[in-house]
């Protein structure tokens, strides 16, 4: 089994040795720091498969979004109220040309009651509160094979593709409720290339009865 792993930044080990059916898993993160912008689009740099290392059968793909929100809440009313803050996003893997390969959609939230106000706006007290942050991720795994598909990903050099990612955050209470949102993305793509080789055995047994053809070919010609 022939492996290359890459990760940015690039890092290259080998290993290897005989299969019929051989896969060659190559790792992608965006960015190194593991932070994804979101609202914007960010670019994966994918190694193409090699077509002199075999025949490219299929493409895996394992698409990796997840979401982490915070969130401040006060409740001002005289009254006291209930309050969900949530956060949900969108990531979507894309090729060249834009078209979708894959779209995943992490969300988080959190619950609490809030007391009436307490009359000091700190997002703490009986009125107010700092949520810890909280974490969602999704995930999709999917098998490319069509002969575009093979195609983009084969060749010497690198397959740019893209990962568009919008969140949209939300706090819901009562009418008078001050609140304040933050979230950030993190996307990552594996993609395995599965290819068929010849096994050595089956290099010999070409060249054998490549051999045993030509001898008996000899044989023929030296009796005429």
Request: glycine content about 8%; hydrophobic content about 45%.
């Amino acid at each position: 089994m022939k492996t290359t792993v890459i990760a940015l930044p690039l890092l290259l080990t080998f290993a290897a040795h005989a299969q019929v059916l051989q896969t060659s898993p190559v790792t992608i993160t965006s960015p190194s720091s593991g932070n994804a912008a979101l609202n914007t689009i960010t670019s994966l740099s994918i190694p193409q498969f090699n077509v002199a290392g075999g025949t490219l059968q299929s493409i895996s793909i394992v698409f990796l979004g997840s979401l982490t929100a915070s969130a401040k809440m006060e409740n001002l009313s005289a009254f006291p109220v209930g309050v969900t803050a949530s956060d949900a996003g969108t990531y979507v893997l894309k090729r060249p040309d834009t078209s979708s390969i894959a779209t995943v959609a992490p969300s988080a939230s959190s619950v609490a009651t809030l007391a009436a106000y307490d009359g000091v706006l700190d997002f703490a007290g009986t009125s107010g509160n700092t949520f810890a942050d909280k974490t969602g991720t999704d995930s999709a795994s999917l098998t490319l094979s069509t002969a575009s598909d093979l195609a983009l990903f084969s060749g010497a050099g690198n397959l740019s593709l893209t990962v568009s990612a919008t969140a949209t955050p939300s706090a819901i209470g009562g009418p008078n409720l001050i609140s304040s949102t933050a979230s950030v993305g993190y996307a990552s793509a594996t993609v395995t290339y599965n290819y068929s080789v010849p096994e050595p055995k089956e290099y010999a047994a070409a060249v054998g009865l490549a051999l045993v053809g030509f001898a008996a070919w000899r044989r023929r010609t030296a009796r005429r």
